[in-house]
């Protein structure tokens, strides 16, 4: 009778080996750490193209201006007027350069000095963008504005939290 209670007997069978699912709790942990990690660079890309938006609306609307002018639409003195409106817009509403509105003259021009990081405001083209686009026999190299103001418009960048420059 034992003899056929070991027949009935199986053979000894190995337990499966542990599947991968579900995870350790500690995959669990990290998984939601990267997953932190990822919204958060998510949304600091997202601020940042936002604080972008007005410089890249500025320099497409400077070029639209600077066709208009060289193909006749707009007079020397409404591009100069234009193109000083739409960088104290940038910097006033686009930046937060409290500082622009009330600028003017040389001042003005020394403002855009400081964001330009050259001269070429208060002592080279640029100068066309002060008190001498209000002078009656406006005469200026505006390609040379073009390039000053082109120049400036590529070197501005979002200020940093808490500050003007």
Same mark, same amino acid.
């Given at each position: ?5 070991l027949?009935?007997? +199986? ?6 080996? *542990?599947?991968?699912? *579900? ?6 942990? /990290?998984? /939601? ?11 600091r890309?997202?601020v940042?193209?936002?604080?972008? +938006? ?26 100069? #007027?234009?193109?000083?409106? /739409? ?6 509403h686009?930046? %937060?350069?409290? %500082?622009? +509105? ?6 003005? /021009?020394a403002?855009?000095? +400081?964001?330009?990081?050259e001269?070429?405001? $208060?002592?080279?083209? !640029?100068?066309?963008? !002060? ?8 005469? $200026?190299?505006?390609?040379?504005? #073009? ?12 200020q940093?939290?808490? %500050?003007?420059?």
């Amino acid at each position: 009778m034992a003899a056929e209670v070991l027949q009935q007997l +199986r053979d000894i069978h190995l337990p499966d080996a *542990p599947g991968v699912w *579900p995870p350790a709790p500690g995959w669990w942990v /990290l998984a /939601l750490l990267l997953l932190g990690a990822l919204i958060w660079l998510a949304a600091r890309l997202v601020v940042a193209q936002r604080k972008r +938006r007005p410089i890249r609306r500025a320099r497409h609307l400077y070029d639209e201006l600077y066709r208009r002018h060289r193909s006749g639409e707009v007079s020397t003195r409404d591009y100069l #007027h234009q193109s000083n409106e /739409l960088i104290k817009r940038l910097l006033i509403h686009g930046l %937060g350069e409290d %500082g622009a +509105r009330r600028a003017h003259g040389r001042e003005w /021009l020394a403002l855009l000095d +400081r964001h330009a990081d050259e001269p070429a405001f $208060t002592s080279g083209a !640029g100068s066309a963008l !002060g008190d001498a686009r209000f002078r009656p026999d406006v005469d $200026t190299d505006t390609a040379a504005v #073009h390039e000053v103001v082109s120049r400036l418009l590529a070197r501005i960048r979002p200020q940093p939290r808490g %500050g003007a420059r």
